[in-house]
């Protein structure tokens, strides 16, 4: 069930497991600028709402942010992954390229329609802590499909190997929310309309990335609809979008309501603070891995010895700089938790210990699972995403009555503990030598 190689990777022109490192790092390296980006607008975005709104206020943007992710998962996380895959070995504007753009197209429309035929049957539990108008859900649909085709052509300008103008965009991006929600603030709006603003200011970054798409010769059509072949093979990775949207996204905008009617909104707002300090540095992980890991990890499915090689080297590698980066941020807690949100927010103290121990798992476990991504190994990635979040649900049950607040964060660090030891079994040929 794995996919094929890309056409110019033959085996014997892939890299010792030392080159393979050293080009991982010096990815990372240079994507530094778009990272960076993505985590001072992020830091800066929790600020502005944690001082304007306190603890609930953080907690309405983490639920708008949910929402948003629930909308968008199944495009970014499926189509615009596969189209990485698919689009990477084709020249642009080829006829295989027109196709592969086509049906990436297509399936992010049918999936834009049906979440937003989806969502009225949903309104209650996903809108109505935000009180929306017509006009406001207008917004939000319109919010949404912007930011979507900008996602995708972002992904787009990666398969072509447009870093510069992708970096450029990354952190262009990065800069509008957070300028956006400064304005709504500035002009009085209130909390909803602020999120909403935050939505558009994001999604307004299409028209600049279809210009430079444009530019440099990517979006010519095919001369006819994309065959069944592509759709399908592109529906692969949807697939596994789905289980990540049901089995993630879904359970952590689940999880948040459960917590705001157990406790009280102020109070799901101190656990808020470190799930969003996690938020803010797995989006750093995943931008990295998304730009230097991945794609080579891709590019050797056709080569399993050095696949595996450069798997256990990126893990070896990142066990230690995890270990240290995260043991940092717990030292400086006392620090860091007013500075990067408000003196409101002291009380999330006590929660982050498990919080950090919990990512430090979780980070590791999926640079194993790239794996079956990578090879398109559907019906095993999503087994692993639903035996998680029901491992997660039971935890939860056990602990939230016992331990009060703190038990969400010992569920998380408990649930990614024990899947990141399934992973260890599960991929233990990892660790013999190449």
């Given at each position: ?333 006392d620090w860091l938790l007013p500075l990067l949100f408000d003196e409101r927010f002291a009380g999330a103290r006590g929660l982050l210990g498990p919080q950090l121990l919990g ?76």
């Amino acid at each position: 069930m794995s996919l094929p190689a890309a056409e110019d990777d033959a085996p014997a022109a892939a890299p010792p497991a030392p080159a393979g490192l050293g080009r991982f790092v010096r990815g990372s390296l240079g994507s530094g600028a778009s990272v960076l980006a993505r985590a001072g607008g992020a830091l800066a975005l929790n600020k502005l709402l944690a001082v304007y709104g306190g603890p609930g206020g953080l907690t309405l943007l983490a639920h708008f942010q949910n929402l948003m992710a629930l909308l968008t998962t199944l495009p970014n996380d499926g189509v615009h992954v596969g189209i990485v895959k698919y689009l990477a070995p084709q020249r642009p504007g080829s006829a295989d390229w027109r196709r592969w753009l086509a049906a990436g197209a297509l399936l992010n429309a049918a999936v834009l329609v049906l979440s937003f035929a989806l969502l009225p049957l949903l309104r209650g539990p996903l809108l109505a802590v935000f009180d929306p108008s017509p006009s406001w859900v207008a917004g939000l649909l319109a919010g949404i499909s912007l930011l979507t085709g900008h996602a995708y052509l972002g992904a787009v300008l990666l398969a072509a190997q447009r870093l510069r103008a992708y970096v450029g965009l990354t952190v262009a991006l990065s800069l509008a929310g957070p300028l956006a929600v400064a304005a709504a603030l500035a002009a009085g709006r209130p909390l909803p309309q602020v999120l909403l603003a935050y939505l558009l200011g994001q999604g307004l970054m299409l028209l600049p990335t279809a210009l430079l798409c444009a530019h440099y010769g990517l979006l010519r059509g095919p001369r006819r609809l994309p065959g069944r072949p592509a759709l399908l093979a592109l529906g692969r990775f949807l697939l596994m979008a789905l289980s990540v949207l049901l089995c993630s996204k879904a359970v952590d905008f689940v999880v948040r309501d459960l917590l705001i009617s157990r406790f009280s909104l102020a109070e799901t707002g101190l656990w808020q603070a470190a799930a969003k300090l996690s938020d803010n540095y797995t989006m750093v992980f995943s931008a990295v891995m998304g730009a230097a890991y991945y794609p080579r990890l891709a590019a050797l499915a056709g080569n399993p010895r050095e696949q595996r090689a450069y798997v256990r080297a990126v893990f070896g590698l990142l066990a230690g700089v995890l270990a240290a980066g995260l043991g940092a941020l717990w030292l400086l807690r006392d620090w860091l938790l007013p500075l990067l949100f408000d003196e409101r927010f002291a009380g999330a103290r006590g929660l982050l210990g498990p919080q950090l121990l919990g990512d430090w798992a979780k980070l590791l476990a999926w640079t194993l699972l790239y794996s079956l991504m990578a090879e398109a190994r559907v019906g095993r990635y999503v087994l692993v995403q639903a035996l998680s979040a029901a491992v997660y649900a039971g935890l939860l049950a056990l602990l939230l009555p016992r331990l009060g607040l703190a038990g969400a964060p010992w569920a998380h660090a408990a649930r990614f503990g024990l899947l990141l030891l399934g992973c260890a079994l599960y991929f233990r040929p990892l660790r013999r030598s190449s």
